[in-house]
């Protein structure tokens, strides 16, 4: 039967309800939403002194009233021991969402930690040991004890490299700068580990080298640019399901030709033509789709290209640019260097770029013309130039990087309004470690090293590598051979006996074993191999810093409980390092010991202010008192100073550039240096309203743009144009796929799906409508494989075998499919082989494979809607 919530009524939010300032945690976009709560034998009334909306609600309310709130924003949960109502519902008047949610952040509530409404209660609550032949909760001291002994006697006896480590680096849910820089802090600083790797990816890496190595930061420009933007040359990206809101609320307006006030007020003079956009995607996406029905076919242009030949287009548009002149020579000379070099290196003619890319060199040049064309009135265009995964995780990552970035500098788009060449990006950031020059470049492919019996104890944050990982078949092969070696051996001795416990986890790894340590919010399938697990807190259940995709940065404020005894990764590294000290200084080892001085943090705000406040680039005026007071318009990194105070209340915008200069204080209280004044964890949720007339009126003064001065991330600070000749398909391996099978596994995500679905495996909502992974496929493809529309099928190809459901797609072109990735009933990431570029960045989007049917339709697809996800305008 198809999905429904079994929810009839309501409570109105009463008007006292406590109200706390919400990121939502999912997506890069960060949409600003508030959490209310109030006690569980209270609820609001109609009269608008009794409700938190002030209105009257026996009468019937406009179509567009925020005085409401769906099912999905409602649950029981616990905050200081206490069960209480809570609503979590957008924020209308935070600038990047304008109130929308989106089918991910709209059901936070309901994808919380809930015993009265059994919610999640998949979440972990207890440390966990492999003890007698089974995972059992056991103390965090005994756990810790544990996981200190192995690794000291480990790194002791083998050296940091024998200890790896896997690591989100991210910011919103289970991350943000509070839980990077703890985790930074124990194994950049305590220790200097070097095989290490980031949640997404086989390495410790940047996925965006070129641009960085161009001296252009990935997150350049701010929302605003996609309303004043001519036209958005889009690469790899399908918004509306990826970062929606950001789409929804910025892009679509313009789209619209909706923003012209907007446009006048802040390029007085110019022309302002229909915004036009471009799509560079192997398949046509619901982004494309939406984009035609609201700006008009004509002003929408896809270049269907063949996967992995970005470089190739871009090259060619690049030529055709320089060749008609359509160049911004004034900051070409003022701003840059090497365009010489990389025009001539970088040639590529139209008719050559077509034939590679397939698309024809009409559209190329109609591209080229779109992005540069000077307007009617001989002024330049602006062009906003974003990208993500279709070029992050494809061929030939750093060079494709390198020649979309050589657009952007040619044409004099980074830096302007309405311009920008940016990653759209994934999750929030927030990302605070010590240096990692140690790890060096190209850093060491961890996944490979595990695969090849190195390592010797693996330390796994947040990361779940048999969902997400590449070459994923063998690697769970090898893994779970590895430590069941170690669990072999602990079995063998009484659990109790910590000396014989630790000599026959240790002689275990001296036979190819491998001990592993697992932190999450909840039981993951990588965990399933783990002799210890360590419950985390997640997001709302700790405070927690992070920015957006336009470096907005926010606090979420602790609003309940975590489940049982999870606590903030932070404090789980900072509770490690305590038990390293103590173990290194039992083993006698005192300057060793130490090393891990220094985490004596009692809340996640201690840790923010020992790592973000006294480490990141204007991290001296951010603390949480002033975050809170700035609600969820927070401010855009880096801060350059901080302005108001009680005497100058409403003095600027959240997060625009004011006339202040970098480093000033205007009229506020100078900065306090002091750390953070909430206790302990059980009060934060009550501290909010302290804090805040603490800070008074006081605001972050941000950065709208980078190099709005011209002036880049390099020595002289001039951009650097790459050389970046097309070489084909890249990464070992692909071509010979390719040549070998007969179907393309373009793979990515699903408007509904958050991630590896780690928290929606527990949603009914999404399980109802995804019981295993679609793979999206021309009808035609399907009816001479003999395939009907919810048949299960195997993908296969030397590197492993998956599975997935058909769903007929009839924009999909002939012999190429798109599978959802990372999910946990068909791991796309079996049949993705071990290639990756010179750097180690996976190639994830080149795979190709074979299909055949398994089975028809089980019977939890039989009730399906296979209809095309296309809308059409009314
Ligand atoms: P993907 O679906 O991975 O998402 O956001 P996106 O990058 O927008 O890939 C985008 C597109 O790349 C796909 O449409 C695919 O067809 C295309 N592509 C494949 N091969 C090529 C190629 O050779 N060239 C080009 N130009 N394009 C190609 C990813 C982003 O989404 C990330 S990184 C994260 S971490 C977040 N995850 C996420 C989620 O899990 N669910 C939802 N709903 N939203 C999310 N937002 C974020
Ligand atoms: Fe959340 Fe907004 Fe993204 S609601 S999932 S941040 S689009």
Redesign the pocket.
């Known amino acids: 039967m198809a999905f429904k919530r079994q929810i009839d009524r309501l409570p109105i939010i009463p008007a006292d309800a406590k109200q706390h300032n919400v990121t939502c945690h ?3 976009v960060g949409c600003g939403y508030h959490a209310y709560t109030w006690p569980i034998n209270k609820q609001g009334g109609t009269a608008p002194d009794k409700n938190v909306f002030g209105v009257d609600l026996a009468a019937q309310q406009p179509a567009e009233t925020d005085a409401w709130y769906p099912p999905s924003m409602y649950n029981v949960v616990k905050q200081n021991g206490q069960d209480v109502h809570i609503v979590i519902k957008p924020d209308h008047d935070c600038v990047v969402n304008s109130g929308l949610g ?1 089918v ?1 952040g709209a059901r936070m509530a309901e994808m919380s930690y809930s015993e009265a409404r059994n919610t999640q209660q998949q979440r972990l609550t207890d440390p966990l040991v492999w003890r007698y032949g089974q995972m059992q909760p056991t103390s965090w001291d005994d756990a810790l004890d544990l996981v200190a002994r192995v690794t000291a006697t480990i790194i002791k006896d083998k050296g940091e490299d024998a200890l790896f480590v896997s690591a989100y680096d991210h910011g919103g849910a289970g991350g943000g700068y509070e839980n990077t820089w703890g985790t930074g802090k124990l194994y950049f600083e305590a220790m200097k580990v070097k095989n290490i790797r980031i949640h ?1 990816r086989p390495a410790y890496n940047s996925e965006v080298h070129a641009t960085r190595d161009m001296g252009v930061g990935e997150l350049n420009n701010c929302y605003e640019d996609a309303e004043l933007a001519d036209t958005i040359f889009c ?5 509306l ?4 809101n950001y789409f929804l609320n910025h892009w679509i307006p313009n789209l619209r030709g909706m923003t012209s006030d907007k446009k006048e007020e802040q390029l007085p003079g110019e022309e302002h033509p229909p915004a036009r956009i471009v799509f ?4 046509r ?1 619901v982004s494309i789709n939406a984009a035609e029905a609201e700006a008009g076919p004509e002003n929408v242009l896809h270049l269907a ?1 063949n ?4 470089l190739a287009l871009f090259n060619a548009i690049f030529t055709h640019i320089v060749e008609k002149g359509w160049v911004d020579k004034a900051f070409i000379d003022a701003s840059t260097k090497g365009f010489d070099e990389a025009v001539k290196a970088n040639r590529m003619t139209l008719q050559e770029a077509s034939e590679i890319c397939g698309v024809s060199a009409a559209d190329i040049e109609k591209a080229a013309q779109w992005i540069a064309e000077p307007k009617a009135d001989g002024k330049r265009r602006r062009t906003m130039l974003p ?9 030939d990552n750093y060079r494709t990087n390198a020649a979309l970035v050589n657009i952007a500098l040619a044409t004099g788009n980074i830096g302007r309004p309405g311009g920008g060449c940016v990653r ?4 929030q950031e927030g990302y605070s470690r010590p240096s990692d020059a140690h790890v060096g470049k190209p850093a060491a492919y961890v996944d490979q090293l595990l695969i090849g019996g190195q390592g010797a104890v693996h330390h796994v944050w947040g990361c779940d590598h048999y969902k997400t990982t590449l070459n994923a078949h063998e690697f769970k092969r090898v893994y779970k051979q590895r430590t069941d070696l170690v669990k072999d051996a602990m079995s063998a001795v009484p659990y109790g006996d910590r000396d014989a416990m630790v000599k026959a986890i240790v002689e275990a790894i001296d036979k190819g074993g491998l001990f592993a340590v697992n932190v999450d919010i909840i039981p993951t399938k990588i965990g399933q191999a783990c002799h210890v697990i360590l419950p985390a807190a997640t997001s709302g259940e700790m405070n927690l810093t992070s920015m957006n995709g336009e470096r907005r940065m926010r606090l979420t404020e602790r609003y309940m409980d975590p489940p049982g005894r999870a606590m903030p990764d932070c404090l789980i590294a900072a509770r490690l390092a305590n038990n390293m000290e103590r173990v290194l200084r039992d083993m006698g080892d005192a300057a060793y010991a130490d090393k891990f001085k220094g985490f004596d943090w009692k809340t996640e705000e201690d840790a923010f202010m020992d790592g973000y406040h006294q480490h990141e680039k204007g991290g001296e005026y951010v603390t949480y008192a002033r975050l809170r007071a700035m609600g969820n318009n927070g401010f855009q990194e880096p801060a350059v100073g901080v302005e108001g105070g009680p005497a100058a209340a409403g003095s600027s915008q959240g997060g625009t550039t004011t006339g202040a200069q970098p480093g000033m204080v205007v009229g506020g209280p100078a900065i306090e240096g002091a750390r953070g004044k909430e206790p302990v964890q059980q009060a934060d949720t009550n501290a909010a309203a302290a804090s805040v007339s603490d800070a008074g009126t006081e605001r972050i003064i941000g950065t709208q743009r980078l190099y709005a001065d011209g002036k880049f991330n390099t020595p002289d600070g001039k951009a650097i144009f790459k050389d970046s000749v097309w070489r084909g398909l890249q990464a070992p391996g692909k071509q010979a796929q390719k040549d070998k099978h007969k179907f393309l596994i ?10 590896s679905a780690y928290l929606d495996q527990e949603n009914d909502f999404v399980m109802d409508r995804w019981p295993y992974p679609f793979i999206e496929m021309n009808p035609e493809d399907m009816a001479e494989a003999g395939i009907k529309q919810g048949d299960l099928v195997e993908v296969y190809n030397d590197a492993g075998a998956t599975q997935a459901m058909a769903y007929p797609t009839p924009t999909a072109r002939r012999g190429e499919t ?1 599978m959802l ?2 999910y946990p009933t068909g791991v796309q990431g079996n049949v993705v082989n071990a290639g990756t570029n010179e750097l180690i960045i996976p190639n994830y ?2 795979t190709w494979g074979d299909i055949r049917k398994i089975s028809d339709a089980p019977r939890n697809v039989a009730h399906l809607t296979f209809k095309p996800k296309e809308y059409r305008s009314a």
């Open positions: 999912y997506c890069i989106s991910r997404n690469v790899g990206a399908n918004p399901e990826t970062q929606t560079v995607d192997p398949r996406t290209i996967s992995g030949t970005d990208y993500e995964k279709g070029l992050i995780w494809g061929n759209l990006g994934g999750h373009n793979n990515g995500r699903a408007n509904t799906v958050w991630q798109f990735f990372g989007k080149q």
